[in-house]
């Protein structure tokens, strides 16, 4: 592990062992090579969340790729998160763009810089699936959040993905039993570990949705500032605070009308007070 400008990068156990497999069979330059160009993809995300003023806590070198891990602090508005997903394919196209320069140039072993190429578009259109946890996924996931409550985006984008991860697996396992050139180990292992991140996600989901409650203070700032109208949601008295809280929209500021049977209006609550009633909630119970 090392710090590069106050961010960690780490390497995953499994990304060392793999760099020193590629010794032994003779593939080192070319897999060095192919994780260099993860890593400027990464950078790429870091920097763009860094000057969209979001903090970032590490890079992490995976067998597989990598992360940039980004603190949620309840700045990064769906906005924000579409400019960093595809900060990282635009890093890529940049690297596409010199490599081809060089080559115009006569500079450089062609082979070599076709396979910068082909590894550039192969990281970039392979991030763009829209499949979390990739960059495509995320893009999808924020433009969702837009028009969706936010706990119901979290719950179908991750469903979905889980969905195309397995398909993703069958598929690997299907071009095994046909006989396709045996069994696809590179689609196979990336299924997954898409399968397994998803998984993963989905099960943290309450704890998400709990982070994005904890930071609707900032959300209530960000739109007092921009003078936007609160959008109303329709309660009755005796529904659970927990089932009006998951019809928040990420980019919505909300005001909670309770009626009556009747149709009468009883109260008009901001939705701090229904936040602050359900943590208060919880707390009694413990």
């Not at 769906?78 to 196209?93: D, H, K, S, T, V």
């Not at 700032?221 to 605070?241: N, Y």
Request: aromatic letters at 12%; glycine letters at 8%.
């Amino acid at each position: 592990m090392i710090r590069l400008w106050g961010v960690r990068i780490s390497f995953h156990p499994f990304f060392v062992i793999i760099m020193m497999a590629s010794l032994l069979t003779g593939n080192f330059i070319e897999l060095i090579t192919l994780f260099a160009i993860v890593f400027i993809h990464e950078c790429g995300h870091a920097a763009a969340a860094a000057l969209l003023g979001c903090r970032v806590l590490s890079i992490q070198m995976l067998p597989f790729g990598g992360v940039a891990v980004i603190e949620d602090a309840g700045n990064i508005t769906a906005r924000r998160e579409i400019i960093i997903a595809l900060a990282g394919p635009f890093q890529n196209m940049l690297m596409v763009g010199v490599v081809l320069l060089l080559k115009y140039g006569n500079l450089g072993d062609p082979f070599f810089l076709d396979y910068i190429i082909q590894g550039n578009l192969l990281i970039a259109l392979f991030n763009l699936l829209p499949v979390l946890p990739l960059d495509g996924g995320k893009i999808v996931q924020a433009l969702v959040s837009l028009a969706v409550p936010y706990y119901t985006t979290l719950r179908w984008t991750y469903r979905i993905s889980i969905l195309c991860s397995a398909g993703v697996i069958l598929v690997a396992i299907g071009r095994w039993f046909t006989g396709d050139y045996g069994l696809p180990l590179n689609i196979l292992l990336i299924g997954i570990f898409l399968f397994y991140s998803n998984v993963t996600d989905y099960r943290n989901v309450p704890y998400r949705f709990i982070r994005f409650l904890m930071n609707r203070e900032s959300a209530f700032t960000r739109h007092a500032a921009t003078g936007s109208l609160a959008q109303p949601i329709i309660s009755f008295p005796a529904k659970p605070l927990e089932s009006i809280l998951r019809l928040l929209k990420r980019e919505r500021y909300h005001m909670i009308y309770v009626m009556n049977r009747q149709g009468r209006i009883l109260a008009v609550l901001p939705e701090q007070r229904i936040i602050g009633s359900y943590f208060k909630q919880d707390t009694d119970k413990l």
